[in-house]
C-alpha cells in the first residue's frame, strides 16, 4: 500500500511538471491538491496510531461479536453498534468486535437495573 501510494505521488509530481510546461495553471493547481492528498494519506499511514489491524493476529476468545455483546448486556444490537466507542469497539473486516473484558464489566454494571416499560398493573 505504501509503495501504490508512493508511486501515485511520482505521477502526480510528472504531470505537474507537463501541466507546467503547457502553461495549464488550472490543471496545475488541480493536480497539486490531489498530490497534497496523497502525502497526508502517505502520512496517516505511516503514522503508528493508525495502524492497519490483521484479523488474523486477534484471537476470537477475546472479543464478542455485536450479537454476544448484546446478549450479555441484555440490549438491542442496534444499541451496541451505536455505543461502539464507548465499549471500546473495533471494526474488522466490515464487522464490529468487542473486548470480552469491557462487556463483562459493563454486564455487571448493568445486571440490577430496571428496564424501563410499562406499569405494572395491580
Not at 74 to 87: E, I, M, N
Amino acid at each position: 500500500m505504501r509503495s501504490y501510494i508512493s508511486n501515485k505521488i511520482e505521477h502526480c509530481k510528472a504531470e505537474l511538471m507537463h501541466a507546467l510546461d503547457r502553461n495549464d495553471y488550472l490543471s496545475a493547481i488541480k493536480l497539486r491538491a490531489v498530490q497534497k492528498e496523497f502525502e497526508d494519506l502517505l502520512n496517516a499511514f505511516d503514522s503508528a496510531g493508525n495502524t492497519v489491524i490483521d484479523a488474523t493476529a486477534l484471537s476470537p476468545q477475546q472479543y464478542y461479536t455485536t450479537r454476544e455483546a448484546a446478549a450479555v448486556l441484555g440490549v438491542h444490537p442496534s444499541s451496541v453498534t451505536r455505543k461502539a466507542a464507548f465499549l471500546h469497539g473495533q471494526k474488522i473486516n466490515g464487522r464490529w468486535q468487542f473486548p470480552k473484558e469491557i462487556i463483562d464489566q459493563e454486564g455487571i454494571k448493568l445486571r440490577g437495573r430496571v428496564k424501563p416499560g410499562r406499569k405494572p398493573q395491580s
